[in-house]
């Protein structure tokens, strides 16, 4: 089977050795470098230290799209990710992010006609402290109409059932969104909401997770459920995902992320 018509099937592919350790490894190294400069930063001060932390911490979220910034675990002070424009913005993510090889994926695989890169996210899930991502649809988080939100996941290090890997429910991509997250009003400070669209939760019997080697991408249709456990081993889980729109979909204004005119959206290539 090839690798479209496993996409079409499950609403993801997994494809292994799509890129060599070597650059995983560098891209590992430039975020680790990113969050030591940021962790001396003043802008690292005033987020630990801010007595309005989640209102604070909202503007923070919503105020990122077209920014470096970084994100914490929940419940500690371990880095979570960083986000949302490394791929435009820092010149190894952007190496990393913008390949005739990933340009012939959202072509040949996915059949995008004009992808543009929306967002990137650098996901830590560090030994221990690696928390979860529960159930969810990309298309939830970054509506289109028609619905065209794609992603691309590397893992940059082994992912195991034991430190947090993807998991799927293969052929979910058909069945109904259940919920839509947008911006609450114009500005940062009305904050965020869900609308629910189907009350009824994802069908789970037959998740699966995804065990993939360092290098692998897999390739995640926008209104495929998927979900990530907690890393409770005593290995890194790094992981690198991209996700990407058409460029001709009616991207809504109370979408979360938004972007200011001096960086339009790029497609994959170099
Ligand atoms: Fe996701």
């Given at each position: 089977m090839t690798a479209a018509a496993s996409f079409e099937r499950d609403g993801f592919v997994v494809l292994e050795d799509f890129v060599d350790a070597g650059a995983c490894d560098a891209l590992v190294a430039r975020a680790d470098e990113l969050v030591a400069s940021f962790l001396r930063s003043p802008d690292a001060v005033s987020i630990f230290s801010t007595t309005e932390q989640t209102r604070t911490s909202d503007e923070y979220f919503l105020d990122s799209g077209d920014k470096v910034r970084f994100f914490f675990e929940e419940d500690g002070d371990a880095i979570n990710k960083i986000g949302h424009a490394l791929h435009d913005l820092d010149p190894v993510f952007a190496g990393f992010s913008h390949t005739p090889e990933l340009a012939a994926v959202a072509s040949d695989v996915v059949g995008m006609h004009d992808p543009r890169i929306l967002q990137s996210m650098y996901i830590v899930k560090g030994p221990r402290v690696g928390g979860e991502v529960t159930l969810h649809t990309d298309h939830t988080f970054l509506w289109t109409e028609p619905q065209s939100a794609t992603g691309f996941w590397f893992a940059l290090q082994d992912a195991t059932v034991e430190n947090g890997c993807m998991w799927a429910v293969p052929g979910g991509h058909r069945l109904p969104v259940r919920r839509r997250f947008h911006?609450?009003?114009?500005?940062?400070?009305d904050g965020t909401t869900f609308d629910e669209l189907v009350a009824a939760p994802y069908p789970t019997n037959d998740e699966v997770p995804l065990e993939t080697g360092k290098g692998t991408l897999i390739v995640l249709h926008g209104l495929l459920p998927h979900r990530s456990g907690p890393n409770t081993s005593d290995r890194g889980r790094a992981a690198y995902t991209l996700h990407a729109i058409e460029a001709a979909a009616d991207y809504p204004a109370d979408n979360w992320l938004q972007r200011g005119p001096d960086l339009p959206l790029r497609g994959f290539a170099a």
């Open positions: 911006r609450a009003g114009p500005s940062d400070a």
